[in-house]
Structures are given as C-alpha cells and as structure tokens.
C-alpha cells in the first residue's frame, strides 16, 4: 500500500510513518522542514517538503498514494490567533481530502480528538455523545470533522475519522511532569482525583489508524481509540509510583486557588504571547473525566488494545530516564 503521513515529524504521526514503512508499505510524509525528519528518511520514508496550506505541496505530495493519514494539527500553543488554529485544524483537512481525491486516493483517515467531547458527565462516552468542545483546539477539531464529511460527500471519497484518548509512551513528552513528580516524591494532586484518566498507547493507538485506514469497515466512519483499561487518576499515580519503585504520593489540594492562579497567568501573559507558566486547562487534569468505550472500534474493525497499562508506563518510564529525565 502507498500512503502518505502527514505530521510525521511528530510524536504520534512519526511512530505512524515508522511503523508503517516497517511493515513493508511505502510510506510518504509531507514535512514543512526535511531536515528534522532525518530519522523518518532513514526509517525508508519518502520526504516530501511542504505545507498543508499549499495546494501545490499537497497535489505533490497526494499523487499516486492510496490512504492518506492525516495527523498534522496545532496543538495548544500560547499567543497563538484562533484563526492560526482555524486554518491548519479545519481548513487544511479540506485542502487535503480535495487532494487526495483529485489524486485518486481511495482514503482518507483524519485524526480528530476525543476532546471534542468536552468534560464527559456520564462516562464512559461513545462516538455517539454529545459534542462540547472546550477551547480552541476542541473547537477546530470538531470543524476539522465537521469539513471532512462534507468533503467526503461532495468529492466521494472515504472519509474516516478518529478520536484518540491520552496518548502516550515513548517519544512523547506531554505526561513527563506526571512522570517525574511521581518518581521524584513531588507530586501534588488538585482535588480527590477520583475523576476517570484514559491513556492510549502509542502502539495501539499506531495500530488502529492502520486499521481504520484497511478495514473495508471503516470507510465514512468515527472510530474513538483509546487503550484497553480506564483508571482513576489516583490509581494511575499509584501505578506509576509501583513501576518507579517509590511509596504513591498522597498530598491533595483544593482545586480552586489553582484555578484562580491560572486565570491569572493567562490574562497577564497572553496579550505579550508569552507562555503563562500556569494554565487552567491544566487544571482540568485534575477535574474532568476522561473514560471512553471503544466497543464500536473492536466490533467494526478488530481493533484490540495489547500494550497493558503497566507496561506501557513501564517502557514510559524507561524512555524517560535513558534521558536524564526523570
């Protein structure tokens, strides 16, 4: 199979790419830089220079493929305009699924975020319930959905769409603070941290967009990916601190003075562009339930999580302190 990878010098569409290109499929990644993909040109992957705002790039780098995966976003970044989200989360899933079918591709799987469920008040949620983005990113994603069905239908190409659920393993940085504040001793929890946390690791979530972007199943579908075990965040901490050998922390904060803080932060930061040290999204760490069901994925498409939560904090771990990081 030919496919292209888009956002393949990150964290989860270069463990795509690489895994791909392994099992023996050309594999093409359009990248703005070549030179911070060396590691993907030496995994067999095709490089294609561009940006997803270039119909020119993107005609290029569609031609002669047959799935397309669609991972490059914007993720959170401070100082950043809604319409720097609105043009590279919404309006270039557009431009691709137009190329892509004027290319002749057969598929297109886009990569949303389970996010756009906002806050689950009844967990744990399916792709069935209800839609209530949070913040920009949550909010562009779901247009981001929203203009591939559209598209799917206009251009009669298929279109498959997956929400992921906390990604994470090795590569990835996002939870280190988690990570190290639990190894190191230092780790302090807002609130009673009985609020559901549902990780995915890298490999199955790898493993599921293959899937959704084979399964004759798949096509026009909405598949959430996440792993095969939901915990609480209490009980993902102590996992964490049995794996690094250390006793489970166990100081609780209220939440709200934190909350405020975080406010703070960002009314006096954001009109400099300055990354606030404090954000109150990452007070919702704390305070919004993440529990998905993946019963539609492993009907459907067979997906099947493997990676068990405690290996996958495991080889996490090891990640993290092969590089002084924890």
């Known amino acids: 199979m030919r496919a292209l990878v888009t956002g393949a010098t990150g964290f989860t569409g270069g463990h795509l790419a690489r895994t791909l290109a392994a099992r023996g499929h050309h594999v ?23 940006d997803l ?102 251009l009669g190409i298929e279109v498959t769409i997956v929400r992921p659920s906390g990604i994470y393993g090795p590569g990835d940085r996002r939870l280190l603070k988690l990570f190290r504040g639990v190894a190191h001793r230092r780790w302090i929890t807002l609130g009673s941290g009985e609020i559901y946390y549902h990780l995915t690791h890298i490999d199955d979530l790898v493993e599921g967009f293959r899937l959704c972007g084979e399964h004759p199943a798949a096509a026009n579908r909405t598949y959430i990916l996440a792993g095969g075990e939901v915990t609480t965040l209490n009980e993902l901490v102590r ?65 099947a999580p493997s990676v068990t939560l405690r290996e996958g904090i495991a080889r996490t771990l090891g990640w993290y302190r092969d590089r002084g990081w924890v």
């Open 239 to 303: 996992v964490i601190a049995e794996v690094a050998g250390v006793s489970p922390p166990t100081l609780h904060l209220p939440v709200w003075p934190v909350w405020i803080a975080g406010a703070l932060c960002e009314a006096i930061c954001a009109p400099f562009g300055i990354e606030p040290p404090l954000f109150r999204r990452r007070v919702d760490f704390f305070t919004k339930s993440r529990a998905f069901d993946i019963s539609r994925a492993r009907a459907d498409i067979g997906y």
């Open 28 to 50: 093409r990644a359009l990248v703005r830089d070549p030179h911070r993909a060396a590691d993907l040109a030496a995994a067999g992957v095709e490089l294609k220079p561009g």
């Open 53 to 154: 705002r270039d119909d020119a790039a993107l005609e290029a780098a569609t031609r002669d493929v047959d799935v397309v995966y669609h991972i490059a976003a914007i993720y959170r970044q401070a100082g950043l305009p809604d319409e720097e989200y609105r043009a590279v989360n919404a309006q270039a899933v557009e431009r691709v699924i137009a190329a892509a079918a004027r290319s002749g591709a057969t598929r297109v799987v886009h990569c949303s975020t389970v996010g756009v469920h906002g806050d689950i008040e009844h967990p744990p949620a399916n792709e069935d319930a209800p839609l209530k983005p949070g913040d920009i990113y949550q909010v562009t994603k779901l247009e981001g959905e929203e203009l591939a069905r559209q598209a799917a239908r206009r």
